[in-house]
């Protein structure tokens, strides 16, 4: 397949773009912020997702989705960042839609119809330290009558207060460090002893620090297999990561993008401070840093459509990569905005915001980094 | 397609299968395993000159040129395939030409039928080997600035003048040369020439680089005749060839560097750094180094697959190979730091069997011209933030 957007594609993406950003802009965002909204993002832009088939792009069209593949669904992310839009699409229409398609199952038939509708909203709840380590999933969940019993917390939970269903990685068997003895649960949010306690983040979205304190539920709630859980978390973290990747890159565009036109206005010393070389290669080295995470980003989600051995590779290449050129952007865009890159009024400074709470959502850049290290064999 | 493109694809396998012998995929020792081509060739073993023919027979030196002209006449997605399944099996390249790389894309351009046919079949079939006139000592970035002077004599120009930096200017049989014509108008007063490196007043001096290596030149031409039909373009207007010229020339040199070597920095290392307990390398300042490295690798592999896709569609913006060149040497000249780190003493060696006579030590400081060759990184970023991203200024 080469390595561009195929007519399909690009169509996709010339509805997309000006539906996002006519009904989501910065200014969407910041209005959620000042009115300190409590869900995070907005019902009635979610409900549209939905009507647009956004919501189901990766559910199959058997379960009344758009049964598309991670390229399309991270044309939709790319949007999303260049809008800083406050959504739970990743979370629920990527991470969570992968996981239930690879498990399949009855859990699979209920929710993949839900998540495609709009109609349902879920958390991924997998990391339980400030460092993205998955496979230390200690979270417990002993047998209990034909069920379980679960009993653990979990951080940095997106939209886990609002959540209709949690997607909750707990241990099984094994010890903490192994993949093996983990298992994968659909535990309602209302069950009880769970609590969710919601915390502002920096990009004023909400992350949930969650308690389980002996929440029961029945063998229905396993998504795969008991202690075999690895299989189902691992197509979402590879989704979760290519996602966000696709996510950032709009980020990073977007900062790009504001700080090139800004170089093109601001006057100082009599001319446009984009004619000055100290500028002019700064900018260009940030776009072929930026052209090269596109890249990336692209062939990782090509090879997971393609079900390829060697996505998993291209996906943390992809997530560090994206997270070193977009950090790149935001830094590069405050500095060159000067002063006013600085104040809350202009938007460059939601992207710095942005890009960081992304840059640390399913691993940041050195998590990743070493990653394709341990890939490597080394 | 996608059909015929698999059963083209086992095609290509079985054909590589009988016809790349073993030799030749194996990555090769210095840089003399390289095949130029040319009137003064020779074939250091049987099996370069088995594989040299056996891919010239096919016209796979030059794939996807048109049949009429030496190549293939493979398709964009059929040449990928090729190049893929040669990648796949480590096949070394079977021809190495300046003719192919630069002189070809333009000829195809700007080439009259006559010299497509008669130039082209011949860099196809490795008869002719070419070199680069562009710069002078006095014109290196700023290469519009060049003097050496076509005086027009009727049926002949008389050119004199003198290059530098010509790449295996006393290897070449054929040089293509910009020529400044008319010395009123600084851009359209230069011509796109090609003549014979034996033409009388010719002559080449070597240049020893910091790698012990000299195969550069500064060539000297002293009252040399060219006839008039030499010229590919329109005489005055070389500058619109030499300038579509060097986009290939870009593309070539980004991709030598990123395509190059694909095996992780520090797999390749895992032997001499040594691991620890944990199975990492261990030196971990190092290893972090090197996986960071690897990241950029990998992506930029992903881009130049990409910028391939795109520029073989036209769908690439024209000034992308800037930013390929840019990104792609960069890339290469930290690699080879980081080789230089990770073989430790080793790696010091000039002189020993062990060492391929310093081929690493040696390589190691020709990487150092990939950011100056074919237009300094400095000057792809100027191209870069005035052509894609419209910066204002000069
Ligand atoms: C937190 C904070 C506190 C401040 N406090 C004070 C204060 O108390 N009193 C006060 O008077 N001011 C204050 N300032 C203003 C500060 O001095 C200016 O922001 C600063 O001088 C830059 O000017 P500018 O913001 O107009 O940016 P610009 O001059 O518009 O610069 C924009 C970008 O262009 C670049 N640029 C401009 N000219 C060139 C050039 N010739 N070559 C290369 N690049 C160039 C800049 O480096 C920058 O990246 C403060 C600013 C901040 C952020
Ligand atoms: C290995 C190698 C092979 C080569 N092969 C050939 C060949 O076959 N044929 C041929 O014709 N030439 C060849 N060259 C020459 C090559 O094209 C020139 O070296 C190159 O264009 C740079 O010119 P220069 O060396 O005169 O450097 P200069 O132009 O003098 O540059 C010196 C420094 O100033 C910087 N600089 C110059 N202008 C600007 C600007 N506007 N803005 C910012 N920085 C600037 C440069 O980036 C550089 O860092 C080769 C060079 C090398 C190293």
Redesign the pocket.
């Known amino acids: 397949m080469p390595l561009y957007h195929s007519e399909d594609q690009a169509m996709l993406k010339d509805s997309v773009a000006p539906f996002i950003a006519d009904a989501a802009p910065v200014s969407h965002l910041r209005k959620l912020r000042d009115s300190k909204d409590e869900t995070g993002f907005s019902r009635d832009l979610w409900k549209q997702f939905a009507e647009m088939g956004f919501s189901g792009v990766l559910v199959p069209e058997d379960k009344g989705g758009l049964g598309l593949g991670h390229a399309e669904a991270g044309i939709i992310l790319e949007e999303i960042g260049r809008n800083l839009t406050p959504s739970p699409f990743l979370a629920t229409s990527v991470a969570a839609a992968s996981a239930l398609k690879a498990a399949g199952g009855a859990v699979a038939d209920e929710w993949l119809p839900r998540i495609a509708a709009g109609d349902a909203i879920i958390a991924p709840a997998i990391d339980e330290s400030a460092r993205h380590r998955p496979e230390r999933t200690a979270l417990k969940a002993e047998r209990s009558g034909n069920g379980f019993k679960l009993s653990g917390t979990k951080t940095f939970v997106i939209s886990g207060h609002v959540a209709d269903m949690l997607l909750v990685a707990a241990r099984t068997a094994g010890a903490p460090g192994e993949t093996d003895g983990l298992t994968l649960f659909a535990v309602p949010r209302d069950a009880a002893g769970l609590t969710a306690d919601p915390r502002r983040l920096v990009d004023s979205s909400l992350a949930s620090k969650l308690t389980l304190d002996g929440v029961e539920v029945t063998a229905d709630a396993v998504i795969g297999e008991v202690d075999g859980g690895w299989s189902a978390m691992a197509p979402l973290l590879a989704a979760a990561r290519a996602g966000a990747s696709a996510e950032l890159l709009g980020v990073g565009q977007g900062a790009m993008d504001m700080t090139m036109t800004y170089l093109k206005q601001?006057k100082?010393?009599g001319q446009l401070?984009g004619e000055?070389q100290?500028?002019q290669h700064r900018a260009a080295h940030l776009y072929s840093e930026m052209e090269i995470a596109r890249a990336t980003v692209m062939k990782a989600q090509q090879l997971l459509d393609e079900g390829n051995e060697g996505a998993e590779l291209m996906v943390s290449v992809a997530k560090a990569k994206a997270g070193a050129a977009t950090n790149l952007a935001v830094r590069e865009g405050v500095?060159?905005?000067?002063?006013?890159g600085?104040t809350d009024e202009y938007d460059i400074g939601l992207y710095t915001k942005r890009d960081r709470a992304l840059a640390e959502f399913m691993g940041d850049v050195s998590y990743h980094t070493d990653r394709v290290a341990r890939l490597n064999g080394y | 397609m996608s059909e015929n493109l698999e059963a083209f694809r086992s095609e290509i396998r079985a054909w590589l299968e009988a016809n790349c012998p073993a030799e030749m995929r194996e990555p090769m020792k210095s840089e003399d395993d390289t095949y130029w081509g040319g009137r003064k060739a020779v074939f250091k073993s049987e099996a370069q000159k088995a594989w040299f023919e056996a891919c010239r027979d096919k016209g796979y030196t030059v794939p996807d040129w048109p049949k009429a002209y030496g190549g293939a006449g493979l398709s964009a997605a059929e040449t990928k395939v090729l190049r893929e399944e040669m990648a796949r099996i480590n096949a070394r390249s079977p021809l190495s030409s300046f003719g192919i790389w630069m002189l070809g894309p333009a000829l195809l351009q700007f080439g009259t039928e006559d010299q497509k046919v008669h130039y082209l079949n011949q860099i196809a079939r490795g008869e002719i080997r070419w070199c680069q006139g562009y710069s002078e000592p006095g014109s290196g970035s700023d290469l519009v600035s060049l003097q050496t002077f076509g005086e027009d004599k009727g049926d002949h120009w008389v050119v004199n003048g003198q290059k530098i930096w010509t790449s295996y200017a006393d290897k070449a049989d054929w040089i293509f040369c910009l020529v400044r014509t008319d010395k009123t108008n600084k851009y359209q007063g230069i011509t796109f020439m090609l003549f014979d490196m034996e033409s009388p007043g010719v002559s080449t001096k070597p240049i020893l680089l910091i790698s012990g290596n000299s195969p550069f030149c500064e060539t000297f031409f002293d009252n040399v005749k060219v006839p008039k039909d030499q010229f590919v373009g329109t005489v005055n207007r070389g500058w619109d060839v030499a300038k579509y010229l060097l986009g290939h020339e870009r593309e070539m040199i980004s991709a030598g560097g990123a395509g190059a070597d694909m095996v992780s920095a520090g797999a390749l290392y895992a032997k001499s750094l040594g691991k620890n307990a944990n199975g990492e390398l261990d030196d971990p300042i190092l290893r972090a180094k090197m996986a960071e490295f690897d990241v950029d690798v990998f992506a930029f592999r992903a881009m130049g697959e990409r910028f391939m896709d795109m520029w073989k569609t036209g769908r690439a913006h024209p000034a992308s190979s800037n930013m390929m060149k840019y990104s792609g040497t960069e890339l290469n000249k930290r690699r080879y730091e980081l080789v230089m780190s990770g073989s430790g003493s080793e790696g010091l060696e000039w002189e020993s069997d062990e060492s391929r006579n310093g081929a690493s030590a040696r390589t190691w400081l020709r990487t150092k011209a990939n950011s100056i060759e074919g237009g300094t990184s400095e000057v792809m970023l100027n191209v870069i933030s005035k052509r894609i991203l419209e910066l204002p200024g000069g």
Do not use: K, T, V, Y
């Open positions: 601001r100082q010393f401070i000055f100290a500028l500095q060159m905005h000067g002063g006013i600085m």
